[in-house]
């Protein structure tokens, strides 16, 4: 894939606007947590995000990838950070972090549970076998819902 170039590069008057409109978090290169936060259970892989958005809701996930498509932005999407492969995390881009977004409801008597982006097979196990009920899937707990059930993926522009 070749690498799409910036429509326009966020000045800090977007960023602080963008900030605002945030449940969750802004994290930059600058800032303390930033190494941090763009690591993933790959260690071989050290991609650099030139920003990365930690979700709260659905409404960060929306603001982000609006922010990322009006900067022509290049856009990971971390669940577990589980992949192998690294594409959680971009250069130069945004990672979409929804590490924070782990609910799973589950409704009994239909069989069918809803899982947020975040959410591992530890939450789903945890919500389903208390009541009675197991869902096939991955070995490792700490293995992220989404990765699995969506197979590998690249990063895209948007």
Do not use: K
Request: with cysteine; charged share 15%.
């Amino acid at each position: 894939m070749s690498q799409q170039p910036m429509v326009s590069e966020p000045d800090q008057a977007a960023l602080s606007a963008f900030r605002g409109t945030l449940r969750g978090s802004l994290v930059v290169p600058d800032d303390a947590e930033y190494d941090a936060t763009r690591g993933i259970w790959n260690g071989m892989i050290d991609r650099r995000p030139g920003y990365i958005v930690r979700c709260q809701g659905v409404a960060d996930v929306i603001a982000a990838v609006n922010f990322a498509r009006t900067h022509g932005l290049l856009v990971a999407v971390r669940g577990g950070g589980h992949g192998v492969a690294g594409h959680a995390v971009c250069n130069g881009g945004m990672m979409i972090d929804l590490s924070n977004m782990r609910a799973v409801r589950v409704d009994a008597a239909a069989r069918r549970a809803w899982v947020q982006g975040g959410a591992t097979w530890g939450d789903v196990d945890c919500e389903t076998t208390a009541l009675g009920l197991a869902t096939p899937g991955g070995l490792i707990s700490t293995t992220g819902v989404g990765g699995l059930t969506s197979g590998p993926f690249n990063a895209l522009y948007i």
